[in-house]
């Protein structure tokens, strides 16, 4: 790993209680991402000392230099996670681990340090256990952490910076989608691209998220919820919106997958982000008895492959999977001015608006996160 001197230590962290404790507000009028926990964690690494002792403080605005280079040149990255609450009152973080291995991997990438990602990880447990009344103990609703590593190099040349600052903030949310677990048409976009080979696509760091707004604007004003992304002139299919995205289909006869379903979702080939959900889902269809007719796959697909599959008869639902959202039923398609209708019936449930893998994938990840179902993926903030 990069820039390895002085790492964070658990043991070093101190606690500085607030004098102003917020008011929880009740689940169901929480904004997504509009209110913040009273605390947050904060850690500063200097290239000559490399990383300082972690702090727990008041939630409060941050100082720095209108010259500090997170503000120019983008270097920064962050994480989303969320935090639950089992009905004894535990909290639960899922998969955390992989989040903090995914921040050391977009922090290098920005030529950022390295740290140590159990620690950091025990710190970010001591955050929420002492917040935990902000966690909504109801299903559909969570704590959402955002862990953030930017710069705070004064300076405007373009260089590795000196010093950097690990933060993170919580907020108590429901939905992402104000709809909540009901289908969503996408704009298949095919003037703007999201990421490409080379690039940074397969990192959380803001440069992948800004200038994405003013297409979902443009997705907005023609009737979709989100912007299903694609590449090349073949039309491949990679992300949507911020979610990765799976298609279920019925495999042509001949086809070298023998199962009912086949489960796609695009490869990781460096434009698409290794969703900590997504893997999730993956697992899950692999191992489950529930899924024992569906074969899931990662593998290029194009918006054709997805009319054919329609027109065929053969095209069975289709889903994005994301920390915010956690999975999101498709309904519709629009593609250059018409839109592609995606089944979203359940089996005598004509009206349910998701299918039926859709559904369980969604229920059997909802019982793992709120503790109905024991899980090793659980991480217990005691």
Known sequence: MLFRSADIKFDNLTVEHTTTPGEVTAPEKLVFGKQYADHMLEVIWTAEAGWGAPKIVPFHDLVMSPATSCLHYGLEGFEGMKAYKRDDGMPLLFRPIENMKRLNTTSQRMCMPAFDSEEMLKCIAALVKLDHRWIPQKRGYSLYLRPTVISLHPTLGVSVPAKVMIFVIMSPVGPYFKEGFKAIPLLAQT??????????????????????????????????SQVLWLFGEDCKCTEVGTMNFFIVIKPRPGSEVTTKYEVVTAPLDGTILPGITRRSVMEMIKTEPEFAECTVTERDFTMFEIIDAVKEGRMVEAFGTGTACIVTPVDRIKFKGEFIPIPT?????????????????YNKLMDIQYGVVESEWMYKCQ
């Not at 990421?195 to 004003?221: E, H, Q, R, W």
């Open 191 to 224: 003037e703007y691209v999201r990421a490409f080979p080379g690039g940074s696509g397969d990192v959380k760091c803001g440069g992948n998220y800004g200038p994405t707004i003013l297409p979902m604007k443009i997705a907005a004003s023609q009737g979709c």
């Open 345 to 361: 019936s359940m089996p005598d449930t004509p009206d349910a608006g998701r299918g039926l893998i859709t559904d369980t994938v």
